[in-house]
């Protein structure tokens, strides 16, 4: 049976009811922005749903990553956590959720969800994001160490360096086939600047890391089908 990538997340929302519903609209928003840009990608559109959680079940992790940084910069300073779970549906697919589906893609989304945010509260080993479902412990233990460092990576970057971060996610996604110049005429940078705080930011790696756990994803889709 076919295997798909369920995305479960929960966002710790402001106590102001006005704020709150400023944040659900800006989610929203970009909700309708990915759905577009990333309708090939998803087996059912991002949605949001009561008690400040979302979904969106994907065909396969070539954009996840991109997707998850971008809800994250869309609701700071404000947290959200993310479960991310492989295994089969056991329901039928509809595109926009009108039928809910259901099997072990979204148990272990759930699952990852949970874990996400009880790391918070830890010493050590604290990620927002929780990847469950590897066939392989041996390669869910790596993938779950990678998630956490790139987490650490994360903390450490200034309101600056998260804000060009932001500008080259909107610009190249989470490419690492970056072309400097371009980019600076792009961001309004001189080229030696952007790549001194793209050295700081270790954005490069970063996205490397990314893209290779997304490849690991798709692995399991394709070695499980």
């Known amino acids: 049976m076919r295997k ?7 966002m ?27 309708e090939n990608d998803l087996a059912s559109i991002f949605i949001l749903t009561a008690k400040n959680m979302f979904l969106a079940l994907w065909n396969g992790a070539e ?3 991109e997707a998850i940084e971008k809800i994250r910069f ?26 809910r589906s259901d099997g072990p893609a979204w148990w272990e989304a759930k699952s990852a969800l949970d874990f996400a945010k009880k790391s918070k509260r830890k010493t050590y080993g604290v ?4 990847i469950s479902g590897f066939s392989d412990c041996d390669l869910s233990s790596l993938v779950g160490d990678s998630m956490v460092l790139m987490h650490a990576v994360r903390q450490r970057w200034t309101q600056g360096q998260e804000e060009l971060v932001e500008e080259i996610v909107k610009y190249r996604g989470f490419s690492t086939d970056l072309v400097q110049k371009d980019l600076a005429i792009n961001l309004g940078m001189d080229q030696p ?3 001194k705080k793209m050295k700081s930011t270790l954005i490069c790696d970063y996205f490397r890391t990314a893209n290779t756990i997304q490849s690991l994803i798709d692995k399991e889709l394709k070695d499980n089908k």
């Open 4 to 10: 798909y990538i369920a995305l479960m997340g929960e």
């Open 12 to 38: 710790s929302p402001p106590v102001d009811a006005k704020e709150k519903d400023t944040l659900q609209e800006k989610l929203l928003q970009e909700f309708k922005i990915m759905n577009v840009s990333m």
């Open 63 to 65: 954009r996840l990553m």
């Open 74 to 99: 869309t609701v700071k300073p404000y947290q959200v956590s993310f479960g991310i779970g492989i295994g089969d549906i056991t329901t039928g697919i509809d595109k926009t959720h009108n039928l």
């Open 127 to 130: 990620t927002d994001a929780v």
């Open 193 to 195: 600047s952007l790549n």
